[in-house]
Antibody
Framework: QITLKESGPTLVKPTQTLTLTCTFS??????????VGWIRQPPGKALESLAL???????SYSPSLKSRLTITKDASKKQVLLTMTNMDPVDTATYYC????????????WGQGTLVTVSS | SYVLTQPPSVSVAPGQTARIACGGN??????VHWYQQRPGQAPVVVVY???DRPSGIPERFSGSNSGNTATLTISRVEAGDEADYFC???????????FGTGTKVTVL
């Protein structure tokens, strides 16, 4: 059974850097084709893909947010981390991590999400 | 970047058929995936690669894709189908996934 769980601060101040952790189980990030992505959703709005980390350590970022994002992994801990700099109130959203299986370009399993509020 | 457009809302009576469109330039040449998101919950994939269903998803959910429009069809709609639905493709130019604007399905 594949599970993912997001963790990190629930409140950050404007201009601060956000670091979120995705802890997963039930799959290996060493398996060819596998990836873990971060997706966010502002309240009442659409999903927005932020970043994706592949089994071979290749990375893909949202073109509009690329300059602010860094995705990394700690394979030994089965974690994927997302860092977003210069946080703004418009970044208030639920942040999800999700598993991309090796055979498709979709997210087969998702974490429960974590709400991050940006406010002074 | 690639843009996917969905109608904001679709209303349907129980037992009837709901059709949700996802528009994009030559979307028929791409693989389209659909997610269901019930209130307060994480998204769940209900259709992938245009028309395939993950195990556990009812046959009432089906997909098609041609030209500039992909469609998710929900047959014999039930109250539990009330949710937001998002389409998703891979944007080759940015090598990154793109989600649609989302459609809220209301069961009357």
């Amino acid at each position: 059974q594949i599970t993912l769980k997001e963790s990190g601060p629930t409140l950050v101040k404007p201009t601060q850097t956000l670091t979120l952790t995705c802890t997963f189980s039930g799959f290996s990030l060493s398996t060819p084709g596998v990836g873990v992505g971060w997706i966010r959703q502002p309240p009442g709005k659409a999903l927005e893909s932020l970043a994706l980390l592949y089994w071979d350590d290749d990375k893909s970022y949202s073109p509009s947010l690329k300059s602010r994002l860094t995705i990394t992994k700690d394979a030994s801990k089965k974690q994927v981390l997302l860092t977003m700099t210069n946080m703004d109130p418009v970044d208030t959203a639920t942040y999800y991590c999700a598993h991309r299986g090796g055979s498709g370009s979709y997210y087969a399993s998702w974490g429960q999400g974590t709400l991050v509020t940006v406010s002074s | 970047s690639y843009v996917l457009t969905q109608p904001p809302s679709v209303s349907v009576a129980p037992g009837q058929t709901a059709r949700i469109a996802c528009g994009g330039n030559n979307i028929g040449k791409r693989s389209v995936h659909w997610y269901q998101q019930r209130p307060g919950q994480a998204p769940v994939v209900v259709v992938y690669d245009d028309s395939d269903r993950p195990s556990g998803i009812p046959e009432r959910f089906s997909g098609s894709n041609s030209g500039n429009t992909a469609t998710l069809t929900i047959s014999r709609v039930e109250a539990g189908d009330e949710a937001d639905y998002f389409c998703q493709v891979w944007d080759r130019s940015s090598d990154h996934p793109v989600f649609g604007t989302g459609t809220k399905v209301t069961v009357l």
